[in-house]
C-alpha cells in the first residue's frame, strides 16, 4: 500500500502516478475522503469512550436517584460508544480496501505510457551475422532430444514440455551458476514454498490487475506462486528485521498466461511453469534506489556469462504491475525473431509491499519503520531460448557459453547426447 501519510502531504504525485499508469486519478480523491472520514470516526469513538471513563467515575461517587438517573444516561452513552465503534469498524474497513486498490506510485523518472513505451537504456553485444539460416529453439532443442512439447501437451496441457536429457541438465547448470553467483553476492539461497496463502500473495500485490494470472486451489484456499518474490515477501510478514536482508530463491513457478493467446505459443517462451532464481532485497527506503542498480548489475553480470546481446530497458507506467514503481528489463537479441526478448526483470517495490506485509525494521532510534522491497531475475527456464539460438552451429550443434562449462560438464551440445 502506498504510504497515507505522503498522500496527505502531496496527493498531486499520487495523481501523476495514475496518469503516468493511464489509471484513474480520480481515486485519489476518493482515498484522501475515505481517509478523513476514518480518522473523523476514530476521534469520534475516542472522544465518547473518553466520556464514557470520566462518567463511569461519576456514577460510582452518586447515590440514591442521582445514581439511577446516571445509569440511565450512561445507557445512552454506551449506545453512542457502540455505534461510533460500529461506524469506525465501517470507515477503517472502506479505506482499506480502497487504500489496497491504489498502485505503487511511480518513480518520477520512470516513462510515461503502456507497454511499448519503454526507453532503451543501452545495448550490450552486437547480434551475431549467421552464414547459414539458423534454427529456433524448438528444432534446436529437439534435434538434441531436450524439448518434448507433444508429450508435455499430452500430460499437462498446452504450454507444458518436458525438457529432457541434456537440456534438463542445461537448465540446472544454469540455475546452479546463478546460485553461485548470488551466494558469492553475499545473498542466502532460499528453496521456497510454490503454494502460499491468500493474505501472503494479496501483500505482494499479485491479486489485483494481474489476478487472473494466478493459479488457485480453491479447495484449499491457497496461489501457486509465479515467482519466488511472493514466498520471499511473505518470509518476514509482521516481522521487525534487525539489518538488511538479500535472498536468492530457487523455485518453480506457475502462471496461468491469461488473455495472452496466440502469443509464443511454439517452443518454451511463454509456459505455464518454469523454473526461476530469483534476488530478492529487504533495505532502508533510503538506499532502495541503490540496491536497484546493484541488482540491475548482478543480472547484467549472468548474462554477460551466457554471451549473449541484450538491452536494458526502463519500463513504462503502465507496464509495471501493481506493486512496483520502477522496473528494468533485460531483453536478449533471438536471432530467429529478430527481436529481443525478455530475460530478466528486477523492480523497486519502496514501501508498497512491506507496509501491506508488515515488515519493518529498527532505525536508529530504535524506531520500527517500514522496510523496502526489491527483486530481480538472476535466471529461468526461458534463457535456454537465447543460448540456443545465440550459440548454435550450421550442424545443429550449440557452443556452450564458457562460463557454464563447469557447471554442465560439456563443452558443446550436439545430437550424440540425445538420450
Not at 103 to 128: M, S
Not at 306 to 334: H, M, N
Request: hydrophobic fraction near 40%.
Amino acid at each position: 500500500m502506498i504510504d497515507l501519510r505522503a498522500l496527505r502531504e502531496n496527493p498531486e504525485a499520487v495523481r501523476a502516478s495514475q496518469r503516468a499508469r493511464g489509471e484513474d486519478e480520480a481515486v485519489v480523491d476518493a482515498l484522501l475522503s475515505a481517509d478523513e472520514q476514518r480518522r473523523a470516526a476514530v476521534a469520534r469513538a475516542d472522544a465518547l469512550r473518553g466520556e464514557q471513563k470520566a462518567f463511569g467515575k461519576q456514577v460510582g461517587r452518586a447515590r440514591g436517584e442521582e445514581r439511577e438517573a446516571l445509569l440511565a444516561k450512561g445507557k445512552e452513552l454506551a449506545a453512542e460508544v457502540k455505534a461510533a465503534e460500529a461506524e469506525q469498524s465501517q470507515a477503517e474497513a472502506a479505506l482499506d480496501e480502497l487504500h489496497r486498490a491504489v498502485p505503487n506510485v511511480v518513480h518520477p523518472d520512470a516513462p510515461h505510457g503502456g507497454e511499448d513505451d519503454f526507453v532503451v537504456v543501452k545495448h550490450v553485444g552486437e547480434p551475431r551475422e549467421f552464414d547459414f539460416e539458423p534454427l529456433d529453439h524448438l528444432d534446436l532443442g529437439t534435434r538434441l532430444g531436450g524439448i518434448d512439447m507433444e508429450r508435455g501437451a499430452k500430460v499437462a496441457g498446452s504450454r507444458f514440455y518436458f525438457l529432457t536429457g541434456v537440456l534438463a541438465q542445461l537448465e540446472l547448470a544454469l540455475l546452479n551458476m546463478a546460485v553461485a553467483q548470488a551466494t558469492r553476492a553475499g545473498f542466502t539461497l532460499m528453496i521456497t514454498p510454490t503454494l502460499v496463502r491468500p493474505e501472503i500473495m494479496a501483500g505482494t500485490g499479485f491479486l489485483g490487475a494481474h489476478a487472473s494470472e494466478v493459479y488457485r486451489l480453491r479447495d484449499d484456499d491457497l496461489y501457486l506462486v509465479g515467482t519466488s518474490e511472493v514466498p520471499l515477501a511473505g518470509y518476514h510478514a509482521d516481522e521487525i528485521l534487525d539489518g538488511e536482508r538479500r535472498y536468492a530463491g530457487w523455485s518453480s513457478c506457475y502462471r496461468r498466461e491469461a488473455g495472452s493467446y496466440g502469443k509464443d505459443t511454439r517452443g518454451i517462451i511463454r509456459v505455464h511453469q518454469f523454473n526461476k532464481v530469483e534476488m530478492f532485497s529487504y533495505v532502508r527506503p533510503e538506499d532502495a534506489e541503490a540496491e536497484h542498480a546493484r541488482l540491475l548489475a548482478w543480472e547484467e553480470e549472468m548474462l554477460a556469462k551466457i554471451e549473449v546481446p541484450y538491452r536494458v530497458i526502463d519500463t513504462a507506467a503502465g507496464d509495471l504491475g501493481t506493486s512496483a514503481a520502477r522496473k528494468f528489463d533485460c531483453e536478449a537479441w533471438i536471432p530467429t525473431q529478430r527481436a529481443f526478448r525478455e530475460l530478466t526483470s528486477t523492480s523497486n517495490c519502496t514501501t508498497f509491499q512491506a507496509r501491506r506485509l508488515g515488515v519493518r525494521y529498527r532505525d536508529e532510534n530504535g524506531k520500527p519503520q517500514v522496510a523496502a522491497t526489491l527483486n530481480g531475475t538472476l535466471a529461468t527456464t526461458r534463457w535456454i531460448v537465447a543460448i540456443l539460438e545465440n550459440h548454435q552451429q550450421a550442424d545443429g550443434s550449440v557452443v556452450v557459453p564458457e562460463a557454464l562449462r563447469p557447471f554442465l560438464g560439456l563443452e558443446l551440445l550436439s545430437t550424440r547426447h540425445r538420450g
